[in-house]
């Protein structure tokens, strides 16, 4: 009996300095093994001078600074904009040189510990929401020159909203376990293999462009993607699939110029391609401040990432689309008219659904947001009234729906797998 009691508290203590050593771990990896930008080289000698401040701003637009701590109709980069998440909503963080509610006074030192290692100036864990994977990315000039443009932000005094999270979500000792397991900063290295175009585009891809965000891979618990992972993912709180851009079968960079490829992150459109859902937001309020040679870059970076695919849009064993006369004439009614009748579209109008990837994805969770819901094209200064498509959320029911996605998945060549009415119902349902 003595010896079984002499077992179990030598299983006790076991486990508990277990715990202990893995507390202590994350203890110094979030905090014990910090070390100060200026220690750890990120100083920057470039002067506050036209330039850097014109990059600034540059950075902040097309790094969606501006975009995401801005509530609509609010102040520019007065935060308060909602952001919801899988584990629930954030609210964006005041970036104006208000002295108590902004970065009025915060350090450039205080700064590039945000973007470096997401962590605020009195050393609390920033919530992942704000992608500092991807700013560790950035180089020490272009923090100076981001931080540098901020402080001439006007002061709009309001505070950041509180968090809506689920208890302990968000709490200091849940960020910090999650950090070590999914964290590390990436300071960018250049390929000496690849031309100056290319590691351009990579680095823009990497850090401001922080296109991993939505199109690469997490796990259950939210993790970060790679810099890198641009194979794709799953946008849940908006049901909306961030297809892989270095799968052949799964976008047009294999088949489009880089110029094409370029105008479709600047306007939102090319002759034969649209952005839409979360893609159309990125181009409206980020992409469309790119320049022509940035985005020439990242069209060239992306290009080179694709890989040749046998696998078809069609999900293994699953049943093949197929038409009915009642889906043929729910298309000629609702579709035609834009689409054409052979789903050929109209040159820089309506996107073609004949031989698009998009319309046979595996997952027809975008097909269905944009029939329920419909929607436009990003608005941007080289387009600004593109043509939008209506909803038919109270137009079609879940049946018709699935039916008409069914047509247009099976014909002029398209191949896909069937969409369900239960499907069209799940989608339907998260909204209301």
């Known amino acids: 009996m003595k010896h079984g009691s002499r077992t179990y508290q030598g299983l006790i203590s076991f486990v508990t300095g277990i715990l202990l050593t893995l507390s202590a771990w994350v203890v110094w990896d979030n905090w014990g093994r910090f070390i100060h930008p200026v220690e750890s080289g990120i100083t920057s000698t470039t002067a506050d001078t036209t330039d850097t401040l014109a990059r600034g701003k540059y950075l902040a637009n097309i790094g969606g600074c501006v975009a995401c701590h801005t509530a609509k109709g609010?102040?520019?980069?007065?935060g308060g904009r909602r952001i919801d998440t899988p584990f629930g909503a954030v609210f964006s963080s005041n970036l104006t040189s208000s002295?108590?509610?902004?970065l009025g006074d915060w350090r450039e030192t205080d700064f590039a510990s945000a973007l470096s290692w997401g962590r605020s100036r009195n050393g609390r864990l920033l919530l992942p929401v704000f992608p500092y994977n991807h700013t560790?990315?950035?180089?020490?000039?272009?923090?100076?020159?981001?931080?540098?443009?901020?402080?001439?932000?006007?002061a709009v005094e309001q505070a950041q909203p509180a968090h809506q999270l689920t208890w302990p979500l968000g709490t200091q000792p849940v960020i910090a376990v999650w950090r070590s397991l999914f964290f590390k900063p990436t300071p960018f290295k250049t390929n000496p293999n690849e031309s100056a175009?290319?590691?351009?585009?990579?680095?823009?891809?990497?850090?401001?462009?922080?296109?991993a965000a939505c199109h690469g891979q997490r796990n259950a618990l939210g993790s970060f993607p790679a810099v890198d992972d641009v194979s794709g993912g799953f946008l849940s709180p908006q049901l909306w699939l961030a297809p892989s851009l270095t799968d052949?079968?799964?976008?047009?960079?294999?088949?489009?110029?880089?110029?094409?490829?370029?105008?479709?992150?600047?306007?939102?459109?090319?002759?034969?391609?649209?952005?839409?859902?979360?893609?159309?937001e990125f181009v409206q309020y980020s992409g469309q401040y790119l320049t022509q040679a940035d985005a020439l870059a990242i069209a060239t970076y992306l290009k080179s990432n694709i890989k040749p695919s046998a696998r078809t849009g069609s999900q293994p064993n699953a049943p093949l689309a197929a038409s009915s006369p009642a889906a043929q004439t729910l298309y000629k009614t609702h579709c035609a008219t834009c689409h054409g009748d052979k789903?050929?579209?109209?040159?820089?109008?309506?996107?073609?659904?004949?031989?698009?990837?998009?319309?046979?994805?595996?997952?027809?969770?975008?097909?269905?947001?944009?029939?329920?819901?419909?929607?436009?094209?990003?608005?941007?200064?080289?387009?600004?009234?593109p043509y939008g498509m209506p909803p038919f959320l109270f137009t079609l029911n879940n049946q018709q729906i699935a039916d008409v996605?069914?047509?247009?998945?099976?014909?002029?060549?398209?191949?896909?797998?069937?969409?369900?009415?239960?499907?069209?119902?799940?989608a339907r349902a998260a909204r209301y």
């Open 343 to 385: 789903g050929e579209g109209k040159a820089h109008t309506y996107p073609a659904l004949a031989g698009n990837p998009a319309v046979v994805l595996a997952q027809p969770d975008n097909l269905i947001q944009m029939a329920l819901y419909g929607g436009y094209g990003p608005s941007t200064a080289g387009q600004p009234r």
């Open 99 to 102: 002295k108590t509610n902004g």
């Open 197 to 211: 175009e290319w590691n351009r585009g990579a680095y823009l891809v990497q850090s401001a462009g922080h296109c």
């Open 248 to 280: 052949a079968t799964q976008t047009t960079l294999s088949t489009s110029s880089l110029n094409d490829t370029a105008q479709l992150l600047r306007l939102g459109q090319t002759q034969h391609a649209h952005a839409s859902g979360p893609m159309a």
């Open 136 to 154: 560790s990315v950035f180089t020490p000039d272009d923090v100076h020159a981001l931080f540098s443009w901020l402080q001439t932000v006007p």
């Open 405 to 426: 996605l069914n047509h247009i998945r099976s014909q002029w060549g398209n191949q896909a797998s069937a969409v369900s009415p239960m499907q069209v119902d799940k």
């Open 74 to 78: 609010g102040d520019t980069l007065a």
